[in-house]
Nanobody, 116 residues
């Protein structure tokens, strides 16, 4: 059974930091490209960052470059998203996604709210 379980969301003040985690099971994590997406209310889901299966390549949306860092540990079947200097416009549900060959798996999402 495939599972992607996100955690680490919450309420944070502008300028603060959060670290999201996504623990995977049920497929070959080390062969998968992992991504973080987000969806704000009344907006389409958008790609935030992705990381290659080996972790050697990463890419970010322009809106989060420098502030966010994606990383992974294949021994722990885990991918993280470190989010610094958070802004109110970062408020969204954040989703973890795995691309394993032509198959896509999604987590259930974790809410991030940036507000004073």
């Amino acid at each position: 059974q495939v599972q992607l379980v996100e955690s680490g969301g919450g309420l944070v003040q502008p300028g603060g930091s959060l670290r999201l985690s996504c623990v995977a099971s049920g497929f070959t994590f080390s062969n998968s490209v992992m991504s973080w997406y987000r969806q704000a209310p009344e907006k389409e889901r958008e790609l935030v960052a992705w990381i290659s299966s080996t972790g050697t390549t990463t890419n970010y949306a322009d809106s989060v470059k420098v502030r966010f860092t994606i990383s992974r540990d294949n021994a722990k079947n885990t991918v993280w998203l470190q989010m610094n200097s958070l802004k109110p416009e970062d408020t969204a549900v954040y989703y973890c996604r795995a691309a394993w060959g032509s198959v896509l798996y999604w987590g259930q999402g974790t809410q991030v709210t940036v507000s004073s």
